[in-house]
């Protein structure tokens, strides 16, 4: 059966980009993305791939999968779906690879309005940077929340940072 998961790194307004781009530089939440999404699929909107500079995309060692509604889309070594149903169905026999959904703000709404999706990783960045482009709300209530990992503040972070995981009850 297949697995959906969602990861993403927020601030304290719960924004997640300006721009089209990152708010931070965050060493050690790169690399637990990384390492969390490694060997898996990841899906992303088709702004957040462009977002990515092209020396570092398709993202290695993951099936790079992209959502837009341009039915030209092409990007090398990646899938394209039209929607989310599309890609979940094109997945819908997976068994060994967790899905994961890398946002930005529109396919992490689509997401959480899926019945799907059953876990989530989110980093809270203790500081406000003025975001332009935010994570939804949702239900708190619906999820079984535990802290996974914290990391201070020092001279490559700019402001601590909690790692939490969410598990739909
Ligand atoms: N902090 C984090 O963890 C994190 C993670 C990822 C991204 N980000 C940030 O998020 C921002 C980008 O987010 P965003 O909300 O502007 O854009 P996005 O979600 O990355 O991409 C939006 C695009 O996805 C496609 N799309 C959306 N809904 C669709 C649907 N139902 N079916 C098919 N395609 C669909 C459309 O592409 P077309 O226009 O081509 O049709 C749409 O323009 C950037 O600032 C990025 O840096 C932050």
Redesign the pocket.
């Known amino acids: 059966m297949m697995k959906v998961s969602l990861?993403?790194?927020?601030d304290l307004e719960k924004?997640?980009?300006?721009?089209?781009?990152?708010?931070w530089h965050l060493p050690a939440d790169m690399q637990f993305?990384k390492e969390t999404t490694k060997g898996q699929i990841v899906v992303?909107?088709?702004?957040?791939?462009?977002?990515i500079p092209e020396k570092f995309r398709p993202l290695p060692g993951r099936q790079n999968v992209?959502?837009?509604?341009?039915q030209s889309?092409q990007a090398e070594d990646c899938l394209v779906?039209?929607?989310?149903n599309d890609c979940f169905s094109h997945f819908k026999n997976e068994n060994t690879r967790t899905i994961f959904i890398?946002?930005?703000?529109?396919?992490?709404?689509?997401a959480l309005a899926s019945e799907l999706l059953q876990e989530m990783f989110i980093?809270t960045v203790n500081k406000v940077y003025g975001?332009?482009?935010f994570?939804p709300d949702f239900d708190e209530s619906l999820w079984e929340k535990s802290k996974i990992g914290y990391h201070e503040a020092d001279d490559k972070h700019e402001a601590d940072f909690t790692f939490w995981h969410y598990k739909k009850k």
């Open positions: 990861i993403v790194a927020v924004g997640i980009g300006r721009d089209n781009d990152l708010m993305f992303m909107g088709r702004k957040n791939y462009d977002s992209i959502l837009t509604h341009n889309f779906f039209h929607s989310l890398i946002g930005g703000g529109e396919v992490y709404r689509l980093t975001a332009d482009t994570f």
